[in-house]
């Protein structure tokens, strides 16, 4: 099964260039690549142009004018140029395992949604990571994660190698399997269905009210974050605002109180 992955990006050429060599190294490669670009500058342009003469993925750049925090916007873009007929979702900023998009293939259920997590690592450990490290594998390896600045705690066991421990973890977590942007996939008529991301919503939880109108439509999640894995690079969050996690608290209670199963705000402007 050949699939779409989706993750945004926004002058970050540094972490793009990290997340390109983690899809680079994938075990399972018949996926196309469109990175959701939300207004940035000709050094991310540059970036993956450089990275495609060397790559043998099928990457789509897909880009917008920059009107601050527009993820839901570039995100339904990205959505509209998707040609797969499952849909797989991360960030710019998280490194995926090699075998990420293997695993949420192999979770993949009809009328379901894959809910995976990540592993967050600090500053000093994100920058660190290089190339090499990524191909090997040995960024995911929790003994070199601890030897180069990363605390020892119950959460390295979400980079877990053990399948029997990963269902284990999968199936006993109190986490609910809601929609993460940062790891997450999905049928595309399922996404369509309840017409995609509310632009309305900026930074904080647009990402899980789409989920949660899925819900409303009887398509519920499936816990995978022990499965699929992926790195969360540190990074600065000085654009959020608290009036946007504010509206979108707002929008989220409406949709839960409501049981919205469709946005009027989204792919298709009603």
């Known amino acids: 099964m050949k699939i779409s992955v989706i993750f945004t990006t926004y002058n970050s050429p540094v972490w793009l260039e990290k997340v390109l060599w983690g899809f680079q190294y994938q075990t399972d490669k018949n996926f196309e690549l469109i990175i959701a ?3 940035s500058t000709a050094e991310t342009k540059a970036c993956i142009d450089r990275f495609s003469q060397s790559s043998d993925l099928n ?3 897909v880009w917008q004018e ?3 925090f527009q993820k839901s916007r570039i995100m339904n873009k990205a959505l509209l140029v998707s040609t797969c007929d499952y849909v797989l979702f991360t960030d710019g900023d998280c490194i995926p395992r090699r ?13 379901k949604f894959l809910s995976g997590g990540y592993f967050k690592l600090p500053q000093p450990t994100s920058d660190l990571i290089s190339q090499q490290h990524i191909a090997s594998g040995q960024a995911f390896e929790r003994g070199w994660l601890v030897k180069n600045g990363v605390k020892r705690n119950r959460k390295l066991g ?8 990963r269902a284990l973890l999968n199936s006993v977590t109190p986490a609910k399997p809601t929609w993460n942007g940062h790891n997450a996939s999905g049928w595309r008529e399922d996404i369509f269905a309840v017409n995609g991301f509310d632009e309305r919503m900026q930074y904080g939880g647009q990402d899980r009210e789409l989920g949660e109108r899925l819900v409303n439509r009887g398509v519920h999640g499936i816990q995978i974050r022990y499965s699929a894995a992926c790195l969360h690079l540190e990074h600065d969050h000085s654009y959020v605002r608290p009036e946007m996690i504010a509206k979108n608290r707002a929008i989220r209670a409406t949709t839960k109180s409501s049981k919205l199963t469709r946005t ?4 298709i402007k009603d």
């Open 37 to 39: 670009d939300d207004g």
């Open 59 to 61: 990457i789509k750049h």
């Open 66 to 68: 920059d009107e601050g």
């Open 99 to 111: 075998d990420f998009v293997a695993v949420h293939k192999a979770h993949a259920r009809p009328g």
């Open 158 to 165: 979400k980079l877990t190698t053990l399948q029997w421990k």
């Open 264 to 267: 009027a705000h989204g792919i």
